[in-house]
């Protein structure tokens, strides 16, 4: 069975700051996925970015990039020019890498943390 | 409608009531997923459906019983509550191809068991 750990419960950082998530977990699996998600207060969940466990080179989309590091199974998230739109849950997430045509599997999640963008 | 929608959003129920859950992705997806968010939890998978086919049920009790009558449409029907059970339940979908399985979530149905 796989965990996701999430150390962070609340972070409060000011608006256009840089801000990193952490995140760590455990698994016997050699192929997989990580995620981060967003849910703000709406509920809505929201992929943030996704890592490829076998991609050496780490994800970015935007303003949001990861450290990826697969030895320490670590995978924290980093936030540049943080904005108020960026307040909400932040959850990490894994998954068993299934091939084509395997059948799906869920995610598991980290407990969040909860990020605050001050003005 | 686009993406995963889920009705109702809000539903209170009595304990011994019977009532469902529906959710229905506009994407094509070929499986569908309940996940159980309660405070100060993590997100728990419930129930996994896989061209229609329940592929994964994780230890949950059976006053909760899913369905999927086709690709699209993902049911929990739910029955004898209990107030723990009180909860909000996300549905997700992804598509079965090349690997990585991106999943997208609807809006919740929160959910009070009186």
């Known amino acids: 069975a796989q965990t996701v750990t999430q150390s962070q419960p609340e972070m409060s950082v000011q608006e256009a700051e840089t801000v990193t998530l952490s995140c760590t977990y455990d698994?016997?699996?050699?192929?997989?996925?990580l995620f981060w998600y967003k849910q703000p207060p709406s509920r809505q969940m929201i992929l943030v970015i996704r890592?490829?466990?076998?991609?050496?080179q780490n994800a970015t989309e935007n303003r949001f990039s990861v450290n990826f590091q697969k030895a320490a199974k670590s995978f924290s998230l980093k936030i540049s020019d943080s904005q108020l739109g960026d307040t909400a849950m932040y959850f990490c997430?894994?998954?068993?890498?299934?091939?084509?045509?395997?059948?799906?599997?869920?995610?598991?999640f980290g407990k969040g943390t909860h990020l605050i963008i001050q003005p | 409608e686009t993406g995963v929608t889920q009705t109702p959003r809000h539903l209170v129920m009595g304990m011994t009531n019977k009532k469902s859950l529906k959710c229905e992705q506009h994407?094509?997806?070929?499986?569908m997923y309940w996940y159980k968010q309660s405070a100060k939890k993590p997100l728990e998978l419930m129930f996994v459906?896989?061209?229609?086919?329940?592929?994964e049920n994780n230890s949950v009790p059976s006053r909760f019983s899913p369905e999927c009558p086709n690709s699209s449409h993902l049911f929990l029907h739910l029955h004898t509550l209990q107030p723990e059970d009180s909860a909000l339940y996300l549905c997700?979908?992804?598509?079965?191809?090349?690997?990585?399985?991106?999943?997208?979530f609807g809006p919740g149905t929160r959910l009070t068991v009186t």
């Open positions: 890592q490829e466990a076998y991609k050496q």
């Open positions: 997700a979908s992804s598509q079965d191809v090349g690997g990585v399985h991106e999943q997208y």
């Open positions: 997430a894994f998954m068993k890498h299934r091939y084509s045509g395997g059948g799906a599997d869920g995610l598991t």
């Open positions: 994407l094509g997806h070929n499986a």
């Open positions: 698994t016997s699996e050699s192929n997989y996925y």
């Open positions: 459906y896989n061209f229609k086919e329940q592929t």
